[in-house]
């Protein structure tokens, strides 16, 4: 069982920077595929960008070079940089956590998510 809770978003000019934040809870944080996922009035979630147990890191071609996402499993801490924001990031930004129970089965968890403003 994970519990996911995100903080850091808030208005921001094009060009700036954001640092959203994921606070965990849960014994088997250090073995789950964590991940933020944005939805945009209108569109449909899509992934911004992953990590997996491992460290195996993959961003959306939208944020590539833009995003850095990283983890602290001592803290249970999943983090997303956001550098160079462009209006089109303005979205409601979600925290996942993905943990496998069996080879072809998984539970999702998903924090309440943190609204992220782009605007001049």
């Known amino acids: 069982q994970v519990q996911l809770v995100e903080s850091g978003g808030g208005l921001v000019q094009p060009g700036g920077s954001l640092s959203l934040l994921c606070a965990a809870s849960?014994?088997?944080?250090?073995?789950?595929?964590l991940g933020w996922s944005r939805q945009a009035p209108g569109k449909e979630r899509e992934l911004v960008a992953s990590?997996?147990?491992?460290?195996?890191?993959n961003y959306a071609d939208s944020v590539k070079d833009r995003f850095t996402i990283s983890r602290d499993n001592a803290q249970k801490t999943l983090y997303l940089q956001m550098n160079s924001l462009k209006p089109e990031d303005t979205a409601v930004y979600y925290c996942?956590?993905?943990?496998?129970?069996?080879?072809?089965?998984?539970?999702?968890?998903w924090g309440q998510g943190t609204q992220v403003t782009v605007s001049s």
């Open positions: 990590i997996d147990s491992g460290g195996v890191i």
């Open positions: 996942n956590a993905k943990i496998y129970t069996t080879y072809n089965k998984w539970d999702d968890y």
């Open positions: 849960g014994s088997v944080f250090r073995f789950a595929t």
